[in-house]
């Protein structure tokens, strides 16, 4: 027998002492305990607000946030918001007076509770509104969060969301319409949140530009001007005479002093 054999043989009936078995394995329950105590939970509340508006809010389809570690690309915790789009004074008056704090008890936020045993880089990232694809927008940050110190403090970890919701209203998608006839554009466009757009509201109709690109048969572009329609709240304007053609629409909208724009498209038939 080799001297290797020897000394494995020899190993594995010292590893059979019961003295040392139960050295080893207290030994790892030690280390696994260690570990455990080491870990502390960690509290994150994360919320999104519209530029210039209100929470992104809602039960079904509202904001997905995903929490990852910077540096490893680990996936630490996903979800949605729950919640309401929050109080309209407070949070256009940016909290109440000697407060930073705009959220109330049920505005729209995501939490997580993670067990960190060291610092961590972290990337958050909100992707919504999920209700809205056409207007649905990503935006990220990244910060370093330490075990045990929640970040829960005023409105948590906010994330600003840029953007217009326009829905199309009028035509409807591959509308069929008679050759010489006029067509309605009509367009409801809301802040981010779904807050409305109107006459004498915080976000005003006389703020937003809202303009129609209409192409036939892919020619050049004809630019429209969409005007408020205070009964409907939507944006409105007509195209007549129509020539036999396959007709594609662009509604574009603009807010310059928040320098929010959303876009939606839509197409008709002409026979």
């Given at each position: 027998m080799t001297f290797a054999a020897k000394s494995n043989i020899a190993w594995e009936r010292y590893m059979m002492k019961p003295g040392v078995r139960v050295v080893l394995a207290a030994a790892m329950l030690s280390s696994e305990f260690s570990q455990?105590?080491?870990?502390e939970?960690?509290?994150i509340e994360a919320r999104t607000i519209a530029r210039g508006a209100k929470f992104l809010g809602g039960f079904q389809a509202p904001v997905r946030i995903t929490l990852t570690d910077a540096d490893t690309g680990e996936v630490l915790a996903r979800g949605q918001t729950q919640g309401t789009t929050g109080d309209t004074q407070r949070i256009m008056g940016r909290g109440a007076a000697g407060e930073q704090r705009m959220a109330t008890e049920d505005s729209a936020v995501f939490r997580a509770i993670l067990d960190?045993?060291?610092?961590r880089r972290?990337?958050?990232?909100?992707?919504?509104p999920?209700?809205?694809?056409?207007a649905a927008t990503t935006?990220?940050?990244t910060q370093w969060i330490l075990p045990g110190r929640d970040l829960t403090a005023g409105d948590g970890?906010?994330?600003?969301?840029?953007g217009l919701i326009v829905d199309v209203?009028?035509?409807?998608?591959?509308?069929?319409?008679?050759?010489?006839?006029?067509?309605?554009l009509r367009a409801g466009v809301t802040m981010l949140c779904g807050c409305p757009i109107s006459q004498e509201g915080p976000w005003r109709a006389a703020d937003t530009e809202v303009e129609a690109y209409v192409t036939r048969d892919g020619a050049a572009p004809q630019r429209i001007s969409l005007t408020f329609d205070p009964e409907a709240s939507e944006f409105v304007a007509g195209i007549s005479d129509l020539r036999p053609g396959l007709y594609e629409v662009e509604f574009r909208a603009w807010v310059q002093s928040s320098n929010n724009t959303g876009v939606a498209r839509t197409a008709f038939f002409v026979r």
């Open positions: 455990a105590i080491r870990a939970p960690t509290i960190l045993d060291r610092p972290i990337t958050i990232s909100a992707s919504g999920l209700s809205q694809p056409q935006v990220t940050s970890w906010l994330l600003e969301m840029p209203a009028a035509p409807t998608a591959y509308q069929q319409v008679k050759a010489g006839t006029s067509i309605g």
